[in-house]
């Protein structure tokens, strides 16, 4: 057991010398090896605040000067306690409706219970989640088109000729110039009494998915026509059927330019939803953005920087996640992985 | 008897952009059920192009191939093919290896249970059931091609069919894996076509060595019967003299009479110089992922390089 656990958390460069530094193993060197891989990154993230708190308090906006890092750190405070705030008075709005409601079924028996929603603002945590929830779903949509069109095309040198100029010319357009056609598109198809989420929603996510499905296409098309011809031989000699032959050696072969595409691909789609927030006004981090900027408080510019930080962790968190299941799906586990 | 295998007058012509070439003409052969074949000749000679068209890789444009009274237009199981560099699938163990190709050829003919034991026999048979469940990555050179072999040999081809099944191993590995298919070739005797550049292996492995002159238009040169019993020995071989007779025979052949000169290798890569160098790069950029525009090219062309890079 505790075998396994050292090496899965052996993976973690700065792990294993720990590790051997507390099982007192060659101590001082694993300890100098620990300074290296924390002390290093450390040491930069120290420099960029002190020059970003040199460069700030040297800024004057007309809403104050820009924020330094210890606003910034006043600012993620306020934004979680308002969090906190807000989750407290929506469960005492439920327990006063649900006692509201039991005290009428006690006077009334055949009262019919009605339960309203509370219908207080998002707070910062609601907006991460929603902005979760729209570039997952569009990053997912985008992942289904794509792959499955990216094999096609790299199964044939025609279609892939074919399809490649289409390509090529609408991978470089930037999301603002699809969201007012996909607005229009979204009101005029999405009709609907009672719809199961909101226009914005829909709007966002279509131009999250029109602005990441390339990286995955071309990705995934290379990689399947770079197979190599001697797989190919041996798949004609096992006369393997298109299915089989996809299944079995074009799929695995692919996997690992597939990865990279998806990785690019969900990295633009976190970029493009923000952009796609504050225009379409989903209510995610893009909307929070500008609903700040709008606002113009003094305290403004400092949750503005909350957010600039919060989408760079979440962006980073993701490619992370991604690159974690590559390395589940993956049968190279040796390939380097960045 | 009827021959199992026949190639009538077999010749090949590859268009490139410098107009067609021709790398085979009138190649006939006759090859009997059970009998073990080496084709030899200098590189480039179109070798592996014969064991391209027969294996349906390639199509002849001229003549034929005739299995069992069936002409050969297409690859198949049951001209099962052991590449020169394995070609095993590196996501897959030598186990799933041979299990797809088993799963292949005898599906519904034999039951699961069957298929088990089926794949673990012919693993047994080239020795690598302690390894069985590694991928290709995790074996050497040598056992690779076992498990290339075994997967060839699992589809009971009619004619198995073998590129320089020993070209890329050393010399201690090769005879060794040359002696396991003395063996197996004892138990199973197959009709076995195998290419290869080493005259030793030639005389040690075959019933007939068939010697191929030099391209453009290469054709048989001479075909020389090797009479000798079998189980043969290498040791006892190398004292023999009839075995230092058809080594010389073979070996006259491919330096006096079919002199690869500078002149003729000249004259080989002016026909085709731009073609040379893409080879090479080929060769070398083949296990990286080569760029888009690069890796779009196969179909004949492509096969052409690469027959000619390994011929």
Known sequence: MSIALTQTLSKISWLEPMIKAVQGENRSQNLSIIAKAIGIPLAGILVFLMIWHAAASSINTSLGKFPGPADVLIQSKTLISEHITEREKAAAFYQRQDERNARRLAQDPDYVVKIRDYTGKPTYVDQIGTSLITVLSGFLIASMIAIPLGIVIGLSANLYSAFNPVIQIFKPVSPLAWLPLVTMVVSAVYVSDDPLVAKSFVTSMITVMLCCLWPTVINTAVGVASISQDLKNVSQVLRLSWLTHVRKIVLPAAIPMMFTGLRLSLSIAWMVLIAAEMLAQNPGLGKFVWDEFQNGSSNSLGRIMVAVITIGLIGFALDRMMLLLQRMVSWDKSATLR | ?311
């Not at chain 2, 410098?18 to 009138?26: D, V, Y």
């Not at chain 2, 026999?121 to 302690?130: A, C, D, F, I, R």
């Open chain 2, 1 to 311: 008897m009827n021959p199992l295998l026949e190639l009538t007058q077999v010749g090949i012509e590859f268009s490139t952009a410098k107009g067609s070439f021709r790398a085979l003409q009138n190649v006939d052969l006759k090859i009997n059920k059970g009998e073990y074949i080496s084709l030899i000749g200098h590189s480039g000679c179109g070798k592996s192009t014969v064991l391209n068209i027969v294996a349906g890789l390639l199509q002849a444009t001229e003549g034929g191939v005739v299995l069992k009274g069936k002409e050969v237009n297409e690859p198949g199981p049951e001209r099962a093919v052991v590449f020169q560099n394995h070609s095993l699938l590196p996501w897959l163990s030598a186990y799933e290896n041979v299990e797809l190709a088993v799963k292949q050829v005898f599906r519904g003919k034999k039951s699961k249970a069957e298929m088990k034991a089926w794949i673990e026999h012919n693993l047994e048979l080239v020795h690598m059931t302690h390894a069985m469940h590694k991928r290709p990555d995790e074996i050497s050179g040598g056992m690779k091609q076992r498990v290339g072999i075994a997967r060839a040999l699992a589809m009971e081809p009619q004619v198995l069919l073998m590129d320089e099944p020993f070209g890329a191993l050393d010399a201690l590995t090769r005879a060794h894996l040359q002696d396991s298919l003395m063996d197996i070739q004892k138990e199973l005797n197959n009709t076995v076509i195998m290419i290869t550049h080493d005259v030793d292996e030639a005389v040690l492995l075959s019933d007939r060595i068939v010697m191929m002159t030099n391209g453009p238009a290469a054709t048989i040169g001479e075909i020389l019967d090797i009479d000798l019993e079998r189980p043969r020995n290498r040791l006892q071989l190398a004292d023999d003299p009839r075995y230092n007779h058809y080594r010389h025979q073979v070996l006259s052949f491919l330096y006096e009479k079919q002199r690869k000169t500078d002149d003729s290798q000249t004259a080989a890569q002016s026909s085709a110089p731009a073609e040379q160098t893409t080879i090479k790069e080929n060769n070398e950029t083949r296990a990286i992922n080569t760029p888009a525009g690069q890796a779009d090219v196969h179909g004949p062309e492509q096969e052409k390089l690469n027959t000619l890079k390994t011929a």
